[in-house]
């Protein structure tokens, strides 16, 4: 079955730097990569995705990007800010997955001022 | 905006009680999912249910049942409360209708004692 394998587990930079997290999945059907943010205390959030027929996609500060024949994907954050900080989490969708997630282990951000 | 509630964001129980979980979604959501989180092993799936009355098995089932009968409710439940069952708990939906987009509730994070 799907496999996604998340690094690094934990990512610190200074404010103001970028930061990249990246993910691995091992069943080349999968078509559907999501990322989420989840902020201390609070409930998991997707914060943009990216499908298989795509290579890249930006919103604002943030992007993702696909390699589909190294079957990895990268969430892409600029310019960081404070709120930032959180726990991101990638996932995947195996075929024949009835609508299910595979997901990463989790990265946890810290933003240094 | 989709709302997802769970019965309880605290619960302490006793060892080999039973306990319910309970999971509700407005969004007339196909899927339904409920997931354990722990630190450092992220979102593991303990079941799914894609329709009324159907259920799939997640990676951790073990100790675990589900009900939902009805679309809107999704309930787990610890038939014997162990302590290795302290964790938290999310309950998540997403349409089933060409979106993968898991929408998550706030979490009940349960103690077993």
């Known amino acids: 079955g799907e496999n996604v394998e998340q690094h690094p587990s934990t990512l610190s930079v200074q404010e103001g730097d970028s930061a990249v997290i990246k993910c691995t999945y091992s069943d080349s059907a999968s078509n559907y990569f999501p990322w989420y943010k989840q902020e201390l205390g609070k409930r998991p959030q997707l914060i943009i995705d990216i499908r298989s027929n795509v290579g890249e996609k930006k919103d604002q500060r943030i992007a993702v990007t696909l390699n589909k024949t190294a079957k990895h994907f990268s969430l892409h954050i600029t310019e960081t800010q404070p709120e930032d900080s959180a726990v991101y989490f990638c996932a995947a969708t195996p075929t024949d997955s009835n609508y299910q997630l595979i997901w990463g282990a989790g990265t946890k951000l810290i933003i240094k001022p | 905006d989709v709302k997802v509630t769970q019965s309880s964001r605290y619960l302490v129980k006793r060892t080999g009680e039973k306990v319910f979980l309970e999971c509700v979604q407005d969004m007339d959501h196909e899927n339904m999912f409920w997931y354990r989180q722990d630190p450092g092993l992220g979102l593991r799936l303990i079941y799914f249910?894609?329709?009324?009355?159907?259920?799939e098995k997640g990676d951790i089932p073990e100790g675990y049942s589900v009900s939902r009968e009805k679309k809107e409710r999704f309930s787990l439940i610890l038939e014997s409360a162990s302590t290795n069952q302290t964790s938290m708990y999310l309950c998540?939906?997403?349409?089933?209708?060409?979106?993968?987009?898991?929408?998550f509730g706030p979490g009940t994070r349960l103690t077993v004692t």
């Open positions: 249910s894609y329709d009324v009355k159907m259920k």
């Open positions: 998540a939906s997403s349409s089933g209708t060409g979106s993968y987009e898991q929408y």
